[in-house]
């Protein structure tokens, strides 16, 4: 059974950083892209970043600059560093895993992310 689970999240204060962790089990994930979504309360959720098997990666523009997604694929984990972050950025992350076009493919359970003074 395909699995992704998240740690990481958190409460910081605005301008501080998290790093968002993200363990796949049940398969060997390295012929696929990963990513992180986020989804805030009563917003649809958007694509932060993702980063595919050769390691190329894209950002949302509300987050470029400021987060790094990297994968390190012997250990089947992906990573989401955070910095600078603000009261935008509070929501539920996501680990995504996706097996073709658009959002489909495997979701973690999700971790909080509080940006608050």
């Known amino acids: 059974q395909v699995q992704l689970v998240e740690s990481g999240g958190g409460l910081v204060q605005p301008g501080g950083s998290l790093r968002l962790s993200c363990v796949a089990s049940?398969?060997?994930?390295?012929?696929?892209?990963m990513g992180w979504y986020r989804q805030a309360p009563g917003k649809q959720r958007e694509l932060v970043a993702d980063i595919t098997a050769e390691k190329y990666a894209t950002y949302a523009e509300a987050v470029r600059g400021r987060f790094t997604v990297s994968r390190d694929n012997p250990q089947n984990m992906v990573f989401l560093q955070m910095n600078n972050l603000t009261p935008e950025d509070t929501a539920v992350y996501y680990c995504?895993?996706?097996?073709?076009?658009?959002?489909?493919?495997?979701w973690g359970q999700g971790t909080q992310v509080t940006v608050s003074s």
């Open positions: 049940g398969m060997v994930f390295s012929y696929y892209k």
């Open positions: 995504w895993l996706g097996t073709g076009l658009g959002e489909s493919g495997f």
